[in-house]
């Protein structure tokens, strides 16, 4: 069942992300498509994510159908203006790529060309309207499609980034535009998380778009530091870091953090789903999805994971 | 230009280009740009991108956004509503919502606004709103909830629905 239909009928949802390689190896991504494959709804794939080069999101959606893993194909508007946007998504919708994640992009300075020109000629919301008029079979431009794509659009949010109100008005406006589904960022301060949830459910934005909570496995304590310290408008609630320091085993201990995340996220009402983000963990999935009882009948747990 | 396209007109997202700017145009923008420095740059720090929408940005810049976010904040604001990319630098668009709300303005940051016009880069937004190439400032705060924040389930069914206010101007002219 498709991502579209399963979050139609109301089925809790499981996403990944899969970030490409910094190469041109299509192995890479066939490998880490095993460990989705029949396991989660869509797998993410990262556009060149903090502006560091990368295999491109659509040329490895494409690798990803052919393994028979859903694509959710991410769009910035860093790298491209209105023309190559347009160009560069009626060549994944021939392609066969249905969903679409629509973001501003992070900004070229935190990447390998911090020389670069960064494009940003439209926003996240303005590619979301400009898609969704794409699916209504007009270009920018006024020109009119022969084909239109479909493309069943999703947006990010981030709960943890001041100001609270604000976030609220910016994720309205992109339900408005046209977002279907939302991802939001990692989740680590529950707190926070249902804050934010609770004023979406109060403006009743949880019934017209599918919320799918962010989660993301850590693998140690220096890459929890990490995060903390460098990713801007993230939170994290001090308890997992002593946690994580305290922990003999900080990969199970991460796990088991994961774990707890998705358990209290499913018990909250108005997430729709998780968007499991095993940055550089990949191989993590399977166990993580098993673990959590989210896993599809009749699949079984690979231990080469 | 662009907006020989018959179509062009109906879709939501078309910026209204009234064409290139003719050599009196030009010319008229650099005067007026002049006298709107005198104002903007000192009370906005105005970037000049001739499509002014500081009324419904609490009277913030929101061009001074290293991404230039039109429908800002991006998701990186950092703690105290610091900057991204330039952690020594105040978020423009927490600006933007904290004078909003003390202005009461709040709602109009509810508004999606439009892709830019980069043909207006650099020309005067007042001889822009003269010349009807942009809309006027929206002074006054609208009563009703505004259709952006009430649009239906599928935009796609009513692409005219966000831009009803705008286009009503555009008609009297």
Not at chain 1, 99 to 109: F, K, P, S, V
Not at chain 2, 39 to 65: A, D, N, Y
Not at chain 2, 128 to 147: C, M, S
Request: net charge positive.
């Amino acid at each position: 069942m498709s991502l579209r239909d399963k979050i139609a009928r109301d089925e809790f949802v499981v996403c990944a992300e899969l970030g490409p390689p910094q190469s041109c190896d299509a192995a890479v991504i066939r490998k880490k498509a095993g460990y989705f494959r029949g396991l989660v709804d869509a797998v993410n794939i990262t556009d060149n994510q903090t502006a560091i080069v990368r295999l491109s999101s659509i040329a490895a959606g494409k690798i990803l159908l052919e393994e028979g893993v859903e694509p959710i194909v991410q769009m910035t508007c860093r790298d491209r203006n209105r023309i190559a946007i347009q160009s560069d998504l009626l060549g994944a919708a021939a392609m066969g790529i249905e969903n679409l994640l629509c973001l501003t992009g992070d900004h070229q300075r935190f990447g390998d060309h911090p020389e670069a020109k960064g494009v940003f000629d439209l926003d996240s919301i303005q590619l979301i309207a400009a898609v969704q008029q794409m699916n209504a079979g007009t270009l920018l431009s006024g020109q009119v499609l022969k084909k239109a794509p479909d493309f069943y659009i999703g947006a990010a949010a981030n709960p943890f980034a001041e100001p609270l109100e604000m976030r609220l008005i910016r994720l309205e406006k992109k339900i408005s535009s046209g977002a279907a589904f939302i991802q939001t960022q990692p989740v680590f301060d529950l707190d926070q998380f249902g804050r934010w949830l609770e004023l979406a459910r109060r403006r009743g934005l949880h019934e017209r778009t599918a919320i799918l909570a962010g989660v993301l496995p850590v693998k140690s304590l220096k890459a929890l530091e990490y995060m903390a310290r460098e990713v801007p408008g993230m939170r994290i609630d001090p308890a997992y870091l002593e946690r994580m320091a305290a922990a003999a085993a900080p990969q199970e201990e991460g796990v088991t953090i994961a774990l707890e995340l998705i358990r209290a996220l499913r018990a909250m009402p108005g997430v729709a789903g998780i968007h499991l983000m095993p940055v550089l963990w990949e191989s993590i999935t399977p166990r993580i999805i098993h673990a959590a009882g989210l896993a599809p009948a009749g699949s079984d747990l690979r231990t080469d994971s | 230009m662009t907006n020989t396209s018959p179509t062009s007109a109906h879709s939501p997202l078309a910026t209204r280009s009234a064409g290139p700017f003719s050599r009196r145009e030009r010319w008229l923008s650099k005067v007026m740009l002049f006298f709107e420095d005198c104002i903007k740059v000192p009370l906005f720090h105005c970037q000049h991108c001739g499509e002014c929408i500081l009324s419904h940005t609490g009277f913030v810049c929101s061009q001074r956004c290293p991404k230039r976010i039109r429908n800002g904040p991006c998701g990186g604001t950092g703690a105290g509503g610091r900057c991204e990319v330039y952690p020594e630098r105040m978020c423009v668009w927490v600006l933007a919502w904290r004078r909003a709300s003390l202005l009461g303005r709040l709602k109009l940051l509810y508004r999606v606004e439009k892709i830019h016009d980069w043909n207006l880069e650099k020309s005067s937004a007042w001889l822009n709103v003269f010349t009807g190439r942009i809309d006027p400032p929206q002074w006054r705060v609208p009563k009703e909830a505004l259709p952006v924040a009430a649009a239906p389930e599928n935009p796609a069914q009513d692409p005219q629905g966000e831009r009803t206010t705008h286009s009503t101007q555009e008609e009297v002219k």
